[in-house]
C-alpha cells in the first residue's frame, strides 16, 4: 500500500486548502483513514480520521474549521482546511489502518500501518 499526499502550499491567514492523499490498492474502502500533522520541533499530532465504518474524529484544534472525506472510486482521502490560522503551519501526512479503529485508537500514530510523505503547510501574512 502507498500513499501519496499533495496540496500542501503558502496561504494568509483565513485562507482555505485542501489536501488529498491518493492511495494504492483495491482495498481502500475497507481502511481506515487519517490525517496527522507535525510543526518543526515537535511530535505528529493527529488532526482527523474517516474511520472504516464509523463516524469521523477531530482533533478538538480543528473541530469546525476542517474536513475529512473520502472518495472510494478514486481512492483519495481529502482534508478541507478553512479558516487557516498560523498555527496550522506543519508538514500534514495521511495515514491508513486496514482496521476498524475506535476513537481513542484513530487519535495515536500507532495504530496506522501505512503513512504517505507528507506534505507542507505554511499559514503567514
Known amino acids: 500500500v502507498q500513499l501519496q499526499a499533495s496540496g500542501g502550499g503558502l496561504v494568509q491567514p483565513g485562507g482555505s486548502l485542501r489536501l488529498s492523499c491518493v492511495v494504492s490498492?483495491?482495498?481502500?474502502?475497507?481502511?481506515?483513514m487519517a490525517w496527522f500533522r507535525q510543526a518543526p520541533g515537535k511530535e505528529r499530532d493527529f488532526v482527523a480520521a474517516?474511520?472504516?465504518?464509523?463516524?469521523?474524529v477531530y482533533a478538538g484544534s480543528v473541530l469546525g474549521r476542517f474536513t475529512i472525506s473520502r472518495d472510494n472510486a478514486k481512492n483519495t482521502v481529502y482534508l478541507q482546511m478553512n479558516n487557516l490560522k498560523p498555527e496550522d503551519t506543519a508538514v500534514y501526512y495521511c495515514?491508513?489502518?486496514?482496521?476498524?479503529?475506535?476513537?481513542?485508537?484513530?487519535?495515536?500514530?500507532?495504530?496506522?500501518?501505512?503513512w504517505g510523505q507528507g506534505t507542507q503547510v505554511t499559514v503567514s501574512s
Open positions: 474517516s474511520r472504516r465504518g464509523a463516524n469521523t
Open positions: 490498492g483495491r482495498t481502500f474502502s475497507t481502511y481506515s
Open positions: 495515514a491508513a489502518s486496514p482496521l476498524g479503529l475506535i476513537q481513542s485508537q484513530a487519535r495515536r500514530t500507532d495504530a496506522y500501518d501505512y
